[in-house]
């Protein structure tokens, strides 16, 4: 039975017309779709019964459940765990703030990247995730937030996953989400962040979306980004800020440089200078985030005045500079923690782990 969720007005024009339906149908039932939230065809009540019933035999809607929850305890970040009908998990994380809502969803089960750091990878990555099961972790959080008179803002592609190996699920989703008929999102209210593949960048920059490109660094020299981020050994660090100074040139959106900062690694006056130097005169800024510790990788958060020096350098250096403001860390709000939490209490028996965590609530 075919998924009906995540189709776009056109297709679904198109499938309802070999039936054959009137065409205003398939409007009717977007709307149900992505802006009623309806689980069920028996929901929508302004279609004949017959219809539902014809439906119901022909498609699924298939939108993921709630497996966990987790509210840090300032109530500003909410992390949840869903689970697609093939039993896939994926985190997607609410960040209220000052300027909005603002939300982080996972483009891939898992990740292939193997960054040293970072626990979407510990499992590797199990498969892709369609632009209707992207848009079902936006629209679920949607729908919470509706429920306050509130609505999502602005959206980062930085949860589990690298958004451009799954490059045109990736932008037939972003597409879909700049539809009128399902958020009408603006492309600059998106940013997308990468590890840095680079003839995907290139490409991205000819999309016509001025979507922001957010590149992931962590470091200013080839030999030690090759430590921390194997996909550099592919893509070489300089191959990476060229694409990145395209983008900026191409689509007039500055660049975002994610660089974290971990404790005697990457944090010393020494990367700092290199990092400055390898930015100089870009359309860029960078944000730096203190590592949020993965038991099984053994880094270490760098000291406060550690941030500030690096940071102080940058801005010396005539480098736009950030330490990004900590949110979630006692929800596990990084990519990956609370799925890998899931994997191994679950192989321990579901039951245990759903009712360990459901208690939080």
């Known amino acids: 039975m075919k998924n009906i969720f995540g189709m776009t007005l056109e297709t679904m024009q198109e499938e309802f017309a070999a039936l054959p339906l009137e065409k205003y149908r398939a409007k009717q039932v977007t709307e149900w779709l992505y802006k009623k939230y309806a689980k069920h065809f028996s929901d929508m009540t302004n279609l004949p019964k017959t219809l539902r019933a014809e439906l119901s035999m022909k498609y699924r809607i298939d939108v993921p459940s709630l497996r966990t929850r987790l509210d840090a305890t300032d109530g500003r970040t909410s992390k949840f765990l869903l689970a697609f009908s093939d039993g896939a998990a994926v985190e997607a994380v609410l960040m209220r703030q000052p300027y909005g ?91 997308l962040s990468t590890s840095g593949i680079v003839p995907a960048m290139n490409r991205l920059a000819s999309e016509g979306m001025p979507i922001t490109l957010s590149i992931s660094l962590h470091a200013p020299r080839e030999e030690l980004r090759s430590k921390l981020m194997p996909i550099n050994r592919k893509y070489p660090l300089a191959d990476v800020v060229a694409a990145g100074k395209s983008y900026a040139e191409k689509t007039g959106r500055r660049i975002t440089y994610e660089y974290i900062l971990i404790r005697d690694v990457n944090d010393s006056e020494r990367e700092a200078k290199d990092l400055a130097e390898l930015l100089k005169g870009q359309l860029a800024s960078v944000n730096l985030i203190p590592i949020n510790p993965v038991k099984e990788r053994g880094f270490e958060r760098p000291s406060a005045e550690s941030t500030a020096s690096f940071c102080r350098i940058l801005t010396h250096h005539h480098i736009t500079a950030t330490v990004r403001r900590e949110m979630g860390s006692d929800i596990q709000a990084a990519c990956g923690q609370l799925r890998n939490r899931h994997i191994s209490e679950n192989q321990r028996g579901p039951d245990q782990f759903i009712l360990k965590h459901c208690n939080r609530l």
């Open 101 to 191: 809502n603002s939300i982080c969803i996972s483009t891939q089960v898992g990740c292939s990247m193997g960054c040293s750091f970072c626990a979407s990878t510990l499992h590797g990555l199990a498969r892709d995730l369609t632009p209707g099961e992207m848009l079902a972790e936006v629209l679920f959080i949607e729908e919470l937030l509706e429920k306050e008179d509130e609505k999502i803002d602005t959206m980062v592609l930085m949860g589990s996953g690298e958004p451009l190996m799954n490059y045109a699920n990736v932008v037939h989703f972003l597409h879909l989400l700049h539809e009128e008929y399902v958020m009408n999102m603006s492309y600059r209210n998106i940013t």
